[in-house]
């Protein structure tokens, strides 16, 4: 008689199946750049957004992803409806990313979310239940250029959406104050800590001292 599986070893099987999905996935996209920042209100959307506007508006084939979930901003900032909705691929229950200017793919918690006054007021576990679903199920296809807007700060969220995301290169962003200076430091370290590539670091509102 066949051994019924726990239910712990078919969580197991069941996040084996993600990982391998967002793998896959991943793997036909040529260069992930991930945009972080240590502290919040230093542009770190609106520098994501210029960046995939930038690539995308020379003809590279572009996606956005906003994985800050409970702050998701990018729809906004490039125009794009929340109230369009992600098709559904009858064949295999993925989704279709939304395409904004110059044909820019965005995946966005902003789609899912009854108006853009609607809190997200998720803990951890199911915000990173999304964060796997937009990085796993949207079917992006190839790409030359994929840009994650990550939440700022350096907590457990940022590390494990790093940890997802396979080669992939990471810009900094920060504001001339020493204070998010500072917190710009650690961002590198830990960037540093987890063998990623640092692109660069953008000093962003530099005439504000």
Not at 33 to 41: P, T
Request: proline share 6%.
């Amino acid at each position: 008689m066949q051994k019924e599986m726990s239910s712990a070893e078919q969580k197991h099987i069941e996040m084996e199946e993600r990982q391998k999905k967002i793998e896959n996935n991943m793997a036909k996209i040529k260069h992930k750049i991930v945009v972080i920042s240590g502290k919040g209100g230093v542009g770190k959307t609106t520098v994501a957004v210029n960046l995939a506007i930038s690539l995308a508006s020379v003809g590279l084939r572009v996606g956005i992803i906003d994985v800050d979930i409970t702050g998701p901003n990018v729809l906004k900032m490039l125009g794009i409806s929340p109230e369009l909705k992600p098709r559904v691929n009858p064949e295999t229950k993925n989704f279709y990313p939304v395409k904004g200017p110059f044909d820019i793919k965005a995946v966005s918690m902003g789609f899912l979310l009854q108006d853009t006054d609607t809190p997200v007021i998720w803990r951890g576990p199911m915000k990173m239940g999304a964060v796997r679903q937009f990085l796993g199920e949207a079917e992006w296809g190839e790409l030359d250029y994929l840009v994650c807007d990550l939440p700022p700060g350096t907590s457990d969220e940022t590390l494990d959406i790093l940890q997802l995301i396979p080669d992939e290169n990471v810009v900094i962003v920060s504001t001339p104050q020493e204070v998010a200076l500072m917190d710009a430091r650690r961002t590198i370290r830990m960037a540093q800590v987890m063998k990623r590539n640092v692109l660069g670091i953008v000093e962003n509102m530099s005439g504000f001292k």
